[in-house]
């Protein structure tokens, strides 16, 4: 049972235009949201987070959207950048303050930047 | 900082094998994470400790799969017997406080032929 879905497999992009990836959760414990961007032979890198009590936080090119009653969340990165090309996992947590740390993750989005 | 330090990189094995793959976390973080990818169920959350005390093995496939954290500087994750079915990427994460971003290692490729 995928508790965190990103429905698009792959997504591609003109230089310069806006990348939006999308990200549905089903599970409502979710208060703690994230993003992580992942390069071939590395591990998944932070990337960018919001908590359940905002609807967004942006941070330079890359801006992250909440809507509760939707349970569904997006990344915006603008202007798209060749090198922002990657795996973009969106991640979720219940209860982040207590002891049930732990993040579940999306599959993954593949993202290619074309020049 | 180093970063989160996993070895070996690739791991070739034949079936029936002990395979062991070791964690070093950030010094100073205080919970660690195992992490299974693959194509089929992305990225899983096998274990994770705090403190260097198992909190949640719910996502440990099966019994022959276990994880020690003998002291905050190093975790090992085991199989035994492996199998095809274990091919994938190992990662390693830590996290120092509660709520935020963990830091992943580079991963371990498993291959088990």
């Known amino acids: 049972d995928q508790q965190v879905k990103q429905n698009s497999p792959s997504l591609s992009v003109q230089e310069g235009r806006i990348s939006i990836l999308n990200c549905d959760y089903t599970n409502s414990m979710f208060d703690y949201f994230l993003w992580y961007k992942k390069y071939p032979a590395e591990g998944p890198t932070f990337l960018i987070s919001?908590?359940?009590?905002?609807d967004k936080n942006e941070d330079g090119r890359f801006t992250v959207f909440l809507n509760k009653s939707a349970k569904h969340l997006s990344l915006h990165i603008v202007p798209s950048q060749p090198g922002d090309s990657a795996v973009y996992f969106c991640a979720a947590s219940a209860g982040s303050g207590g002891s049930n740390y732990k993040l579940t993750f999306g599959k993954g989005t593949l993202l290619t930047v074309n020049p | 900082d180093a970063g989160v330090i996993q070895s070996p990189r690739h791991e070739v094995t034949e079936m029936g094998q002990e395979v062991t793959l070791r964690c070093k976390p950030i010094s100073g973080h205080n919970s660690l994470f195992w992490y299974r990818q693959t194509m089929m169920r992305g990225l899983e959350l096998l274990i994770y400790f705090n403190n260097n005390v198992p909190i949640d093995d719910s996502g440990m496939p099966e019994d022959r799969f276990s994880a020690k954290m003998p002291n905050a500087s190093f975790s090992t994750l085991k199989i035994q017997p492996s199998e095809p079915r274990d091919s994938a990427v190992y990662f390693c994460?830590?996290?120092?406080?509660?709520?935020?971003?963990?830091?992943f290692g580079s991963g371990t490729r498993l291959t088990v032929v």
């Open positions: 994460a830590s996290s120092l406080r509660q709520g935020g971003g963990y830091t």
């Open positions: 919001i908590s359940s009590i905002k």
